[in-house]
């Protein structure tokens, strides 16, 4: 599997755009950028995925670098509810996989 | 609109009981996860299934088992309970390779104290 780099936290202000960023330099070509989130004492939720081209759906944007090593997740108008663990996984779309969490990014979003 | 259902939301286990924690999900999914998460050491996988009466072993599987009976219900045994299987229990379900398996849909938890 690709690794994945976050910063370890973040605050962005209630309202703002919430820009996480993920570095994934040893990606292959038929791997997936996705991104969860885990709110407190929940378990964790599927934002968003993306191969190649910028994904856009009613929770997120992603944001992948043309030369596909690194990605940023973009909450719109970020709310007090987004205040979460956001997790950036590489992967392929494959039978038998073992998806895997790393350490991600906490972000708080502040009034 | 809940589509993976963990049995138990909280358990209150002794050293050495057998201890069965269940999951259902509704979505037809060939896919089934089972993880646990502790602080600090973020969610490690225990056993998935990607069939019917099929297990693989994930990353932690010792005293740990897994049973696919059904398609939709995937149940972790553990056989002699722990204080070091104290954790958050967290089951997980996907479509197969090429249509989506690791867009996992996850269960509330079940929180299991072992004393």
């Known amino acids: 599997d690709a690794k994945t780099t976050q910063p370890p936290s973040m605050d962005c202000a209630e309202g703002r755009a919430a820009n996480l960023p993920c570095n994934h330099s040893?990606?292959?070509?038929?791997?997936?950028v996705y991104w969860y989130r885990q709110i407190h004492s929940q378990g964790p939720q599927y934002i968003i995925h993306?191969?190649?081209n910028n994904e856009t759906n009613e929770m997120a944007s992603l944001i992948i670098t043309e030369d596909r090593k690194s990605s940023t997740l973009i909450l719109p108008h970020a709310t007090l509810r987004d205040t979460a663990v956001y997790y950036c996984i590489v992967r392929v779309d494959a039978a038998g996989n073992k998806l895997t969490f790393g350490g991600g990014t906490r972000v708080l979003v502040k009034p | 609109d809940v589509k993976v259902t963990q049995s138990s939301r909280y358990l209150v286990k002794r050293t050495g009981e057998k201890v069965f924690l269940e999951c259902v999900q509704d979505m037809d999914h060939e896919n089934m996860f089972w993880y646990r998460q502790d602080p600090g050491l973020g969610l490690r996988l225990i056993y998935f299934?990607?069939?019917?009466?099929?297990?693989e072993k994930g990353d932690i599987p010792e005293g740990y088992s897994v049973s696919r009976e059904k398609k939709e219900r995937f149940s972790l045994i553990l056989e002699s309970a722990s204080t070091n299987q104290t954790s958050m229990y967290l089951c997980?379900?996907?479509?197969?390779?090429?249509?989506?398996?690791?867009?996992?849909?996850f269960g509330a938890g079940s929180r299991l104290t072992v004393l």
């Open positions: 997980a379900s996907s479509l197969p390779g090429g249509s989506g398996a690791n867009v996992l849909t």
């Open positions: 299934s990607y069939d019917v009466k099929m297990k």
């Open positions: 993306g191969l190649k």
């Open positions: 040893t990606i292959s070509g038929n791997e997936y």
